[in-house]
C-alpha cells in the first residue's frame, strides 16, 4: 500500500509538451512537486511525478528493488505519454537525475533532459566503495536526522529514514553506466548542481557537462541550494531555468 503523501501526481497543461519529474532514491514524487507546479504554472505545460518501485512503502520493499525495475518504470511513463505529447522531457532529482540521462542515452523521441543534483560524485566517497562489504553486517543505513531533513518533512515530502544498502548498491552500479555512456547523450541537457548539496560533490555538474561533449548542453549551478534543491529557496529559478529551456526548444522547431 501506497504511504499517504508518496503518490504520483499529474498536473495537465499542454496538449503539446509533457515532462515527467523523476525522484531520488528512498524518496517519492514529493520532493519534486513543489518544482513541477512552478513550472506548470509558468508555461503550462503538462508534467507528471511518478512513483518509482520499492519507494513510498516500506524498506524491505525497496531493498528487493534494482535500478533496471526503475527504469524500466521511466521507460513505460515516458512512453505512455509520448503518445499523448509530441515534446517529452525528463526531469530528475538526485538519482533521478542519474535515471533522465541514461534514459536520454536509450530512448528516442526524448526532447530533452534535465539533471538536478545527479550523485555523480559523493561528498563521503567511501559509501560507494564501501556498499558490498556493508551490506555484509547492516541491511539498512540509517540517515543523521538533521533541522533540514525536518524542514523538508513539514514540507509534506515523504521518504525514508534509512537507505537499504542492496538498493544503494544497486544504484550506484546505475551511476556507473551513466558516467560511461554520457558522450552518447545527443539531445538537449540542462544540468544544474547545487554548490551547498550536503551529499553530492559541487563538480558533479560540471563532470556531466564536460563528459556529455555530444550534446548541446547548459550547466547552471545553484549557490544557495542543498540537495534537495526541489523544496528549496532557489526552487523558483530552477522553474525558470526548466521553463526556459523548454520555451527555446519550442521556438527552434
Known amino acids: 500500500m501506497i504511504k499517504p503523501g508518496a503518490e504520483d501526481f499529474f498536473l495537465p497543461g499542454s496538449d503539446e ?21 512552478l513550472v506548470n504554472d509558468l508555461i503550462q505545460c503538462t508534467v507528471k511525478g511518478v512513483l518509482l518501485p520499492g519507494h513510498g512503502t516500506s524498506l524491505a520493499n525497496l531493498s528487493l528493488t534494482r535500478w533496471t525495475d526503475w527504469y524500466n518504470t521511466v521507460k513505460k511513463e515516458t512512453e505512455e505519454l509520448q503518445k499523448n505529447y509530441s515534446q517529452v522531457y525528463l526531469a530528475g532529482l538526485s538519482m533521478g537525475g542519474l535515471l533522465s540521462l541514461y534514459a536520454g542515452m536509450k530512448m528516442d523521441n526524448i526532447a530533452g533532459v534535465i539533471s538536478i543534483n545527479a550523485p555523480i560524485f559523493l561528498r563521503v566517497p567511501l559509501a560507494g566503495i564501501l556498499a558490498p562489504v556493508m551490506r555484509l553486517f547492516i541491511r539498512n543505513l540509517p540517515k543523521v536526522q538533521t533541522s533540514w531533513n525536518q524542514e523538508l518533512n513539514s514540507q509534506g515530502r515523504f521518504n525514508y529514514d534509512a537507505t537499504p544498502i542492496d538498493a544503494f548498491e544497486s544504484m550506484w552500479q546505475l551511476r556507473h553506466k551513466v558516467v560511461a555512456g554520457l558522450k552518447n547523450i545527443t539531445i538537449p541537457l540542462l544540468v544544474m548542481q547545487s554548490i551547498q548539496d550536503e551529499t553530492v560533490r559541487p563538480d558533479s555538474g560540471r563532470f556531466i557537462v564536460s563528459r556529455a561533449v555530444n550534446a548541446p548542453v547548459e550547466l547552471v549551478e545553484l549557490k544557495s541550494s542543498r540537495h ?6 532557489e526552487k523558483e529559478t530552477i522553474a525558470r531555468k526548466i521553463a526556459d529551456f523548454i520555451k527555446d526548444r519550442q521556438n527552434v522547431q
Open 17 to 37: 509538451t509533457a515532462i515527467l519529474f523523476i525522484h531520488g532514491i528512498t524518496a517519492s514524487p514529493s520532493e519534486i512537486y513543489p518544482t513541477a507546479k
Open 228 to 233: 534537495v534543491a526541489t523544496m528549496d529557496r
